[in-house]
Each structure stands twice: as structure tokens, then as C-alpha cells.
């Protein structure tokens, strides 16, 4: 009953419904994941190298 239960889940999901889903997942990644990628862009800014530091 359990297998049934998630297979009805999983159809339910992806069989059309994935399509109003992926903006919100994507929405919610990008919440998740924003200081990472904020803490890698600042770390690429700052430690880039610059002409008078390398001479």
C-alpha cells in the first residue's frame, strides 16, 4: 500500500503539475544557495588580482 501510495504521489507530481512547479523550486534554490553565491562572487571581486600587486 505504501508503494502505491508514493507511485500516486509521483504521478501526481511530475505528469503535468512540474511545469507550475519548477518556478518555485527554482525560486526556492536560489533562496537557499544566494549567500553561497553572493560569498563567491564578493570572494572573486576581492582576491582578483590587480596590476600593481603583481609587480
Known amino acids: 500500500m505504501n508503494a502505491e501510495l508514493l507511485?500516486?504521489?509521483i504521478?501526481?507530481?511530475f505528469k503535468g503539475n512540474m511545469v507550475y512547479l519548477?518556478?518555485?523550486l527554482f525560486l526556492l534554490m536560489v533562496i537557499l544557495f544566494s549567500d553561497r553565491l553572493i560569498e563567491l562572487i564578493y570572494s572573486a571581486m576581492r582576491d582578483k588580482p590587480t596590476r600593481r600587486s603583481r609587480y
Do not use: A, L, T
Request: charged share 10%.
Open 11 to 13: 504521478d501526481i507530481v
Open 7 to 9: 507511485q500516486g504521489m
Open 22 to 24: 519548477s518556478p518555485f
